[in-house]
C-alpha cells in the first residue's frame, strides 16, 4: 500500500509558476506507475501528465504539453508537476495517482490508478 502526499498548490496569478510535488510513502516506488490528474467542481477528473514506473516513458495531456512539464525521481520517492505560463483555467484541484504496475507504460484512465492523493488546490487569478 502506498500513500500519497502533494504539496505546492496556491493561489498565483497568471502567467505564473508553480511547482507541485507528490511524495509516496511505498519503499517500492519503482513498482507505480504515477500521474497527475485535476479536477474542477462539476466535472470528471481529467488526466494531465504521467509517468511510466522506470520514467523512461511520460505522457503529458495536449492541452497543457509545452507549459507544464513532469520529473520524477525514484530515489526521493517523489515525482513533481512544473506549471509555468498558468492560466485561469488551470485552475483546480490537483491530484497525483499511483498504480501498481508490472508494466513500464504511462496510464492516462483515472481507473488505471488505484491510490491517490488528498489533493493540493491551484487558483490562478486573471
Known amino acids: 500500500q502506498v500513500q500519497l502526499e502533494e504539496s505546492g498548490g496556491r493561489l498565483v496569478q497568471a502567467g505564473g509558476s508553480l511547482r507541485l510535488s507528490c511524495a509516496a510513502s511505498?519503499?517500492?516506488?519503482?513498482?507505480?506507475?504515477m500521474g497527475w490528474f485535476r479536477q474542477t467542481p462539476g466535472k470528471e477528473r481529467e488526466f494531465v501528465a504521467g509517468f511510466s514506473r522506470t520514467g523512461s516513458r511520460y505522457y503529458v495531456v495536449d492541452s497543457v504539453k509545452g507549459r507544464f512539464t513532469i520529473a520524477r525521481d525514484n530515489a526521493k520517492n517523489t515525482v513533481y508537476l512544473q506549471m509555468d505560463s498558468l492560466k485561469p483555467e488551470d485552475t483546480a484541484v490537483y491530484y497525483c495517482?499511483?498504480?501498481?504496475?508490472?508494466?513500464?507504460?504511462?496510464?492516462?484512465?483515472?481507473?488505471?490508478?488505484?491510490?491517490w492523493g488528498q489533493g493540493t488546490q491551484v487558483t490562478v487569478s486573471s
Open positions: 511505498a519503499n517500492t516506488f519503482g513498482t507505480y506507475a
Open positions: 495517482a499511483a498504480a501498481y504496475t508490472s508494466t513500464d507504460y504511462a496510464y492516462s484512465e483515472a481507473a488505471d490508478y488505484g491510490h
